[in-house]
């Protein structure tokens, strides 16, 4: 059975199929997922346990176009070691027990809505988000500080960071290979919701209505 994310992702597949400029914004999705260029980025954004479907190539478009606006943005906390397995949560959390800067990694014993576990971000760690070069928001901003970001370790669909990103704003990914825990970060209220409707907003890597 379809996760909740999973099946919003569906929906918006069937969203872009019914436009020409919803069809030319996933076949450019296609290009840039298969581009050896941006397997390092693409892996932080969504790594399909399954593969990438078109549901899961959905969400990458929606991603992307957040990417694109601006609004997007990726920091990284150095972790000196590449995440276990899933089942090797001690291994993994042994790895997470020093983490700089006083973040602070905890790994949950089982399935959870919120992913592997979760990331407390310290109150000094401020984020700057910038718009096309220009600053929206500024460190000591309250829409800006998060205490914490859900953590996905190794596999993740797009479809669950479009998920984090909609509900909190911030997800924290550990990929498979990986000896950072990269921070994901979007705008407080940045239009995903509006995204999953056609004709509802424009995205500026094709102009397309959404």
């Known amino acids: 059975m379809a996760t909740v994310h999973e099946s919003a992702a569906d929906d918006h597949y069937d969203s872009l199929m019914k436009t020409v400029a919803g069809r030319v914004r996933l076949r450019m999705a296609e290009d840039w997922r298969r581009d050896p260029a941006h397997a390092y980025g693409l892996n932080i954004l969504g790594d399909p346990w399954g593969g990438w479907n078109t549901g899961q190539l959905a969400a990458l478009d929606a991603l992307l176009c957040a990417q694109t606006d601006g609004v ?7 972790v000196g070691a590449k995440p276990g397995r899933d089942a090797d949560r001690e291994g993994n959390r042994a790895k ?3 983490l700089p800067h006083g973040f602070k990694a905890t ?21 700057v988000i910038r718009d096309q070069g220009s600053v929206i928001a500024t460190a000591g901003d309250p829409r ?17 960071t479009w998920l984090h990103l909609v509900e909190h704003g911030i997800v924290a990914r550990w990929p498979y290979g990986y000896d950072r825990i990269y921070v994901v970060t979007t705008v407080p209220r940045y239009a995903f919701q509006s995204r999953e409707r056609p004709g509802s907003e424009a995205c500026r890597s094709c102009g397309s209505a959404v």
């Open 144 to 160: 800006l500080r998060w205490d914490g970001a859900p953590l996905e370790i190794g596999y993740t669909c797009a479809s669950r």
């Open 72 to 78: 997007l943005k990726m920091q990284f906390i150095e």
């Open 107 to 127: 790994i949950y014993d089982g399935l959870s809505h919120d992913g592997d576990g979760w990331l407390d971000i310290p109150v000094a760690a401020d984020v």
């Open 96 to 98: 997470l027990a020093n």
